[in-house]
């Protein structure tokens, strides 16, 4: 059987206190956990996307790709963080793809729904994904690369070291080319 105690420990965070047995059951029996590996895309633009995840130990990725086929990094989601498409189910712009072997808990939009209306905390964790979306949106608009790097830097350094370097070149905007002077001139400075 299945290990649920990471998001059942989640929800009792949320909830404020130990879950009951029904409660317990219930939320065991909405999620899926799933063992996916590395490089495995999840959704794809066009999908009607009905599942959102939450990320027990690895990490994800969401992002678009351009009329040009070039790919744009959206955000990441590691170890006890969501991700998905928040305008479920409608059809998604996203594609969402595992960047390490990860492990997830899956859950559909309509058991997602139940426990959002029961669970009204989980509104607020919900919301802090809208919000950072927002700012991360703003970031992308009005910082340059390198202002954008060193907030990456400064608020997720753990990243930084678990990402290759075309993702958060992706991640920033810029080419490869253009983070590596990012880096370097960065790298000067520090000296």
């Known amino acids: 059987m299945a ?12 909830k404020g206190e130990p879950l009951n047995t029904e409660e317990l059951a219930e939320i065991s029996t909405y999620f899926k956990r799933e063992t996916i ?15 959102h995840y939450y990320v027990e130990k690895g990490l994800l990725r969401l992002f678009i790709i351009d009329q040009n086929g070039k790919e744009f990094n959206i955000l990441f989601a590691r170890e006890k963080q969501w991700i998905g498409d928040l305008g479920t ?6 594609f969402i793809e595992t960047v390490e072997n ?9 058991n997602f729904n139940i426990l959002y209306k029961r669970y009204l905390k989980l509104s607020n964790y919900i919301r802090k994904s809208y919000v950072f979306l927002q700012k991360r949106f703003v ?33 920033l905007g810029v080419t490869p080319v253009f983070l590596s002077k990012i880096r370097a001139k960065k790298s000067k400075k520090d000296k």
């Open 102 to 110: 990860s492990v997830v808990f899956s859950i559909s939009e309509d």
């Open 139 to 171: 970031s992308i608009l009005s910082k340059t690369a390198e202002e954008n790097y060193d907030e990456l830097l400064e608020d997720h350094p753990e990243l930084i070291e678990r990402l290759p370097q075309y993702h958060i070149s992706s991640y």
């Open 37 to 51: 590996k590395r490089k495995t895309l999840l959704m794809k633009a066009g999908d009607s996307n009905t599942r």
């Open 3 to 14: 290990d649920y105690s990471i998001i059942l420990s989640y929800f009792e965070h949320i």
């Open 89 to 94: 189910p409608s059809e998604t712009p996203y």
